[in-house]
DNA sequence: CTGAAAGCGCTTACAG
DNA sequence: CTGAAAGCGCTTACAG
C-alpha cells in the first residue's frame, strides 16, 4: 500500500478550510454561500468572516459538475464587422455577470453552421443564445428538438416554432418608417432586403403595407437584396449609382449598408440627402460616425440580448415550462440628417 | 440504510458507459480523449466507435476539476463602441477553438478595474487576456504577483515588467508615420495622445524622433489628448475647428477619434484632405466606412490576441518558465484617402 | 499497454 | 437548523 500523492493544482482555498476555520461543516458553507435561509445568523456571519479571511472563491467547475443547477450559457459569434453581435454581446454579458452566469463565446463556421451549433451545444454549455440570422436557420431546421439543452432566438425576423425569442416587431417598424417617409413626399422608395433570414420578408410586408393604404406599390426593380455587410453595401451602391431611374429614398437592411450606400454616393457626386436620401436599420455606432448621419430604425440590441439572457436563465431553472414565446421589444425611429424632407 | 438516489440532472452519455461498450476501462476512454500514444490501435478504435455511437461529449466541468491542466481563459471586455475589442475577441476566439480552450468573456467597471480583475482571476478560470490600457494598469500596480493565474497583455504601449505581452511597435510606428507626412510637405503636425496609458508618451517619441531628424520639433499648442472613442474625437475636433492657426495633419490616436475629426471638419466646412489631413490609428473597420477613407497605421489586432492567447496557453502548460516575454507584431502604414499630397 | 482506486471541490438527499 | 456520506464525470499516480 503505497502512499498515493496528489498534489493540487493551484493553490486555492477550498470550501473544506473555509468551514474548519468557521467551525462549520462544508454544508453549512455550501448553504450560505447558496444563500440559504436555514442558516443561523452568527454562523452565516462566521463563514462569511472565514471566507473573507481566507479569500475564498468558490471553484465553479466543482460546483457546475456537483450541481444539478446550470452556470454557464453560450454564444456563437459571427464576425467582428458585424456591429450587432458586438451589441449583444455587451448585453449578454450584463445579464450574464448579474444572475452569476459564466458566459463562453465561440465562433461558427458559416460553411457548416448547423454542425458548429450541435458541437457548442454539447460542450458543457448549459444554454445557448443564438444570434439572428442562424436562430432562424437553427428553429426552423428542426435541429433545435434533437439538442438538449435549451436555446433562445435573438431577434429573430419572425416568431420561432420551438424556441422563444426576443425581438421587435420588424414588420410594424417597416410599416412606420414607410409611412415616415410617405408624408414626407417620398414617392419612389427603394428597399434592400437580407437574405437567408426572414426578416427581409416581414419588413418587407411593413412597407408594403404602408405603401398599400395610400394605394401605391413597390416598383419591382427598387427591390434588391444584400447581406447587413458594408461591402455587400458598396456592390450594391454601385448598381444603384448607374442607374438613370432612381429611387428618392432607400431603405437599407442595415446601417452598414446604408453608410456605404452613403459612401459612394459622395463618390458618384450625388449629395445625401439632397438627391437621394438614406433610411439605415438598427442604430448602430457607425448610424452617427458618418455624414450626414443616419436617420434608422434603433433596434435596442443590447436590451434584447439581455432580456433574453434573463429568459434562457429562467428556463434552466424551469426546465418544465413552455417554451417558445415571444418577448417583444420596443423599437424606435431615429430621424437624423440622412433623409430629405422634400425629395427631388 | 435507507437507498439514496441521485438523479442525472441532464440525460447525458459519460464516459463509463463509452468504456462499457468498448469493453475497456474509463482509464482507456479518458487515454483516447487525450490522445495518449500508448493506447493499442484497435482498442483506440474501439473506443472511437462506440464514442461515435452513443454521440459521447467529454463533461468540461469535470474535466477542469480533475484536471491539473487547464481549459478556460478569461477576456476582459470593455464596450461595443470599441472596435479594438472586437476584433481581439476575434483573435482569441481563433486560437481558443483551435486549441480547446473555452474562453469565458467578462466585462469590468472602469471605477473598479482592479478589483474586476481580482473577482474574474480567481472565479475560475485559468488564465487571463488583458486589452489595453487595462494592462498597463494591472502591470504597473504590481497585483499580477498576487494573482494566482497567468495573464498576457495585449497591445501595451510599452514592455510590461511582470507578464508577457505582444504587441507593435508603437514608436517605430509612430516615428514612420511622421517622416512619411513629413516628405508630403507637412510642417504643422497636430498630435493626440491617449491619456492613461503608455502609448500615448511611446508614440509622441517616435513623433518627436522623425521630427527631429529634420531639425524640427513639435509645436505644444497642437499636442492633445482624446480618449480613444468617437465622442472625444468630435469634443477635440469642434476645438481644432474653431482655430485659426491650425495644423496642416492631425494624428490621431485611434481611428474613431480620426473618423470623429473628418466628420466635425465636414460640418465645419473644411475639406478632407485638401484643408487638413487626418491620419488614423489601427486600421479597424471604420476606417474605410467613412469619407474620405483614412489613412492609417495599421495595428494587426485580431492577430495581436492570437498569438496572445496562444502565449498565454503556452504559459498555462509550461507554469516554471520566465514570464515577461515581448512579442513584436509588425505593424503596416496604410495609405488611403485622407492625407493630401501638398499641404495648404 | 491497461485498469482499480483515489481524488478534484462542490451539492444533494437524508437523518438527526 | 446542521452534518456525515455519497456522488457529479473526469484524470492522476500507481501497480501490474
Redesign the pocket.
Same mark, same amino acid.
Given at each position: 500500500m503505497?502512499?498515493?500523492? #496528489? %498534489?493540487?493544482?493551484?493553490n486555492?482555498v477550498?470550501?473544506?478550510e473555509?468551514a474548519k476555520l468557521a467551525?462549520?461543516?462544508?454544508?453549512?458553507?455550501?448553504?450560505v454561500?447558496?444563500k440559504k435561509?436555514?442558516?443561523?445568523p452568527e #454562523? %452565516?456571519q462566521a463563514v462569511l468572516d472565514a471566507m473573507e479571511q481566507l479569500n475564498?472563491?468558490?471553484?465553479v467547475a466543482?460546483?457546475a459538475?456537483?450541481?444539478?443547477?446550470s452556470i454557464r450559457i453560450g454564444l456563437l459569434y459571427r464576425d467582428v464587422e458585424n456591429a450587432i453581435l458586438g451589441a449583444m454581446l455587451l448585453g449578454a454579458l450584463k445579464a450574464s455577470v448579474r444572475l452569476g452566469f459564466q458566459l463562453i463565446i465561440r465562433s461558427y463556421d458559416e460553411a457548416k453552421p448547423l454542425d458548429d451549433v450541435a458541437a457548442f451545444a454539447v460542450s458543457g454549455i448549459d444554454g445557448l443564445l443564438v444570434p439572428p440570422p442562424l436562430c432562424e436557420l437553427v428553429s426552423f431546421s428542426g435541429m433545435s428538438a434533437k439538442l438538449s439543452i435549451p436555446m433562445i432566438g435573438l431577434a429573430p425576423g419572425t416568431n420561432l416554432p420551438d424556441m422563444p425569442s426576443v425581438r421587435i416587431d420588424d414588420e410594424l417598424a417597416a410599416y412606420e418608417v414607410t409611412r415616415l417617409l410617405l408624408d414626407k413626399g417620398h414617392r419612389r422608395i427603394g428597399f434592400v432586403k437580407l437574405p437567408g433570414a426572414m426578416v427581409g420578408q416581414t419588413r418587407l410586408a411593413g412597407v408594403q403595407r404602408a405603401l398599400g393604404e395610400r394605394g401605391l406599390t413597390l416598383d419591382e426593380r427598387f427591390i434588391w437584396e444584400a447581406r447587413p455587410m458594408y461591402e455587400a453595401g458598396l456592390a450594391l451602391a454601385d448598381r444603384i449609382c448607374k442607374m438613370d431611374d432612381r429611387p428618392s429614398v432607400i431603405l437599407a437592411g442595415s446601417d452598414d449598408i446604408a453608410a456605404a450606400i452613403v459612401n459612394v454616393m459622395h463618390r458618384c457626386g450625388l449629395h445625401v440627402p439632397e438627391d437621394i436620401s438614406i433610411v439605415g436599420f438598427d442604430d448602430t455606432p457607425i448610424a452617427v460616425k458618418i455624414w450626414p448621419a443616419l436617420t434608422t430604425v434603433r433596434q435596442p440590441l443590447a436590451r434584447i440580448a439581455e432580456q433574453a439572457t434573463e429568459r434562457l436563465i429562467q428556463a434552466l431553472q424551469n426546465p418544465d415550462e413552455p417554451r417558445n414565446d415571444v418577448i417583444f421589444i420596443p423599437h424606435e425611429i431615429v430621424q437624423r440628417a440622412s433623409v430629405s424632407e422634400h425629395p427631388a
Amino acid at each position: 500500500m503505497t502512499k498515493r500523492v #496528489r %498534489r493540487r493544482s493551484k493553490n486555492v482555498v477550498t470550501m473544506a478550510e473555509v468551514a474548519k476555520l468557521a467551525g462549520v461543516s462544508t454544508m453549512t458553507v455550501s448553504n450560505v454561500l447558496n444563500k440559504k435561509p436555514s442558516v443561523l445568523p452568527e #454562523r %452565516r456571519q462566521a463563514v462569511l468572516d472565514a471566507m473573507e479571511q481566507l479569500n475564498y472563491r468558490p471553484n465553479v467547475a466543482a460546483r457546475a459538475l456537483a450541481s444539478a443547477g446550470s452556470i454557464r450559457i453560450g454564444l456563437l459569434y459571427r464576425d467582428v464587422e458585424n456591429a450587432i453581435l458586438g451589441a449583444m454581446l455587451l448585453g449578454a454579458l450584463k445579464a450574464s455577470v448579474r444572475l452569476g452566469f459564466q458566459l463562453i463565446i465561440r465562433s461558427y463556421d458559416e460553411a457548416k453552421p448547423l454542425d458548429d451549433v450541435a458541437a457548442f451545444a454539447v460542450s458543457g454549455i448549459d444554454g445557448l443564445l443564438v444570434p439572428p440570422p442562424l436562430c432562424e436557420l437553427v428553429s426552423f431546421s428542426g435541429m433545435s428538438a434533437k439538442l438538449s439543452i435549451p436555446m433562445i432566438g435573438l431577434a429573430p425576423g419572425t416568431n420561432l416554432p420551438d424556441m422563444p425569442s426576443v425581438r421587435i416587431d420588424d414588420e410594424l417598424a417597416a410599416y412606420e418608417v414607410t409611412r415616415l417617409l410617405l408624408d414626407k413626399g417620398h414617392r419612389r422608395i427603394g428597399f434592400v432586403k437580407l437574405p437567408g433570414a426572414m426578416v427581409g420578408q416581414t419588413r418587407l410586408a411593413g412597407v408594403q403595407r404602408a405603401l398599400g393604404e395610400r394605394g401605391l406599390t413597390l416598383d419591382e426593380r427598387f427591390i434588391w437584396e444584400a447581406r447587413p455587410m458594408y461591402e455587400a453595401g458598396l456592390a450594391l451602391a454601385d448598381r444603384i449609382c448607374k442607374m438613370d431611374d432612381r429611387p428618392s429614398v432607400i431603405l437599407a437592411g442595415s446601417d452598414d449598408i446604408a453608410a456605404a450606400i452613403v459612401n459612394v454616393m459622395h463618390r458618384c457626386g450625388l449629395h445625401v440627402p439632397e438627391d437621394i436620401s438614406i433610411v439605415g436599420f438598427d442604430d448602430t455606432p457607425i448610424a452617427v460616425k458618418i455624414w450626414p448621419a443616419l436617420t434608422t430604425v434603433r433596434q435596442p440590441l443590447a436590451r434584447i440580448a439581455e432580456q433574453a439572457t434573463e429568459r434562457l436563465i429562467q428556463a434552466l431553472q424551469n426546465p418544465d415550462e413552455p417554451r417558445n414565446d415571444v418577448i417583444f421589444i420596443p423599437h424606435e425611429i431615429v430621424q437624423r440628417a440622412s433623409v430629405s424632407e422634400h425629395p427631388a
